[in-house]
């Protein structure tokens, strides 16, 4: 195993040194953020430690400043999809845990699957994140891999199809990871949950995930055997936010090191109530919807190219307040029980991860976010053309990738509308992309965009750049 890239004593330290930074100092910082370079550890932390409302409010500015000029208003859409919840571990805020005798456990047959994937994909659904327990009999790799190439082969009418399949299950040795790759997975994603070795311990008493560094290391795996879209992220209210942001960007800049580039995208899960959980219900360090915001934005400054996901744990008003500081993918009609997609919607089901606080569908999603100023992309053209990893970063850090995300952005958007949208959807969307096609740097890349809705107006589907 390579050198433990953590260490909670030195980020503790940097922590309290960074206490000690003026507001001047910490302005300064915010103003180099601007410059689209990322932070150091210390800089982060000088962030992290001021609460002067002055500095926040910069912050906040900075934060959405980036976000435009990077991200544009667009927010990529997706839906989780959970396969099964069978589990060996017993992590004490998961209602999948081992010891929760009172979830009714699902592992979702391959016509199940079939039939939840062909239900999003009715709704307008590309792209999804699949995940399920750990567990090797109920959910073992290979009913993993089967079941995302299950997802890909689904096809509905109105070219009806999942396009790019994100995975987030356990750490994997490097030979498995290689096997997830074959499968054609998009980004692989794996939360640390908490970076501090004693919470870690504490969490996650027993099963293959009570092995803090076996974790830690996964994304090296998963590196190594070649997949280059990796995502991070840690669980928010286990131990305190500072030291959680700190430690997944220690992670960020280990990967970047080590790998010549780092994640993807990072993650920002919070801490949900959940059925028969003290611990979820009773989070041990809260972290408040200020802090949350905090957090976003500081990740935005820190590490300006990497992908910000925000779930539908949180509600939909703290969802709205967030989106501009930074997100860049967001999930829309979700459900985190095991074929829930079917379910009745109002059903209290018992077989669900954690609760959720976002419960609109994907349209009502589309539609709030276009009335917003923000408008949905659906585009995969990325990891579908290779532009993934170093040629990603490439590509993103002088802008470039701009002049891709906007004319895929609208032609996945126009063939959402025409087959998913209602009239409302219609009305709004046909303004934002008239808006935002005035937006294509060059009139080459304008004209072509042009031609290509015309394509779509005459029925073809999936097109992009
Ligand atoms: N079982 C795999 C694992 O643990 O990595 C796959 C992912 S698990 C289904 C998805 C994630 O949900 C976990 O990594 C954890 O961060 C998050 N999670 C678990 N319980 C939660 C809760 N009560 N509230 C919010 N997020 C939770
Ligand atoms: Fe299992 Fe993942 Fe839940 Fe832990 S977080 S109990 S590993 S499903």
Excluded at 156 to 183: C, M, W, Y
Excluded at 356 to 362: A, I, P, T, V
Aim: some cysteine.
């Amino acid at each position: 195993m390579p050198q433990l890239f953590i260490n909670a004593d030195q980020l503790e330290s940097l922590l309290i040194k960074a206490k000690g930074a003026s507001q001047d100092t910490a302005k300064q910082v915010i103003d180099k953020a601007l410059e689209l370079k990322g932070l150091s550890l210390e800089e982060t932390a000088i962030l992290i430690q001021n609460d002067s409302a002055e500095v926040i409010q910069r912050l906040f500015t900075a934060a959405r400043q980036i976000k435009e000029k990077i991200y544009g208003q667009r927010l990529v859409l997706f839906a989780p999809l959970y396969i099964a919840n069978y589990c060996s571990n017993n992590c004490l805020y998961c209602g999948f845990r081992k010891s929760n005798q009172q979830l009714q456990r699902v592992a979702l047959s391959m016509d199940e699957i079939a039939a939840e994937v062909a239900t999003l994909e009715r709704e307008g659904h590309k792209r999804l994140l699949m995940l399920c327990g750990e567990n090797h009999e109920g959910s073992s790799l290979d009913y993993f891999v089967q079941a995302i190439e299950t997802a890909y082969s689904v096809k509905t009418e109105h070219g009806g199809d999942i396009r790019r399949i994100n995975v987030e299950i356990a750490p994997l040795s490097v030979k498995e990871f290689q096997r997830l790759k074959s499968a054609k997975i998009g980004t692989y994603l794996l939360f640390q949950e908490t970076y501090d070795p004693v919470t870690y311990k504490k969490m996650h008493p027993s099963g293959p995930k009570a092995d803090y560094e076996n974790r830690l290391f996964g994304m090296h795996r998963a590196m190594e055997a070649g997949i280059d879209d990796v995502g991070i992220g840690a669980l928010f209210g286990l131990r305190d936010w500072r030291f959680e942001v700190l430690a997944m960007l220690a992670h960020s800049l280990e990967l970047e090191k080590t790998f010549g580039v780092g994640p993807h995208t990072i993650s920002v899960p919070r801490l949900q109530p959940t059925k028969n959980t003290p611990l979820a219900n009773q989070p041990p360090a809260p972290v408040s919807d200020n802090d949350f915001k905090r957090l976003v934005a500081i990740i935005r400054l820190a590490v300006p190219y990497t992908g910000m996901i925000l779930s539908t744990r949180e509600s939909t008003s703290l969802r709205n307040e967030i989106f501009g500081l930074g997100i860049s993918q967001i999930s829309a009609g979700s459900r985190t029980n095991p074929g829930g997609y079917q379910s009745n919607r109002q059903e209290q089901p018992e077989s669900e991860q954690f609760s959720l606080h976002d419960d609109r569908s994907l349209l009502e999603v589309v539609k709030d976010i276009t009335k917003m100023g923000f408008y949905p992309s659906f585009c995969t053209a990325c990891y579908r053309l290779g532009r993934t990893g170093h040629e990603f970063m490439e590509y993103a850090k002088p802008g470039e990738i701009q002049s891709y995300c906007l004319p895929n952005a609208i032609l996945t958007f126009q063939e959402y509308l025409t087959y998913y949208g209602d009239d409302e959807a219609k009305n709004l969307g046909r303004q934002v992309i008239d808006q935002q096609l005035k937006g294509i740097k060059t009139d080459i890349l304008r004209h072509k965009t042009a031609k290509k809705l015309d394509e779509l107006a005459q029925g073809k589907t999936d097109l992009y750049f």
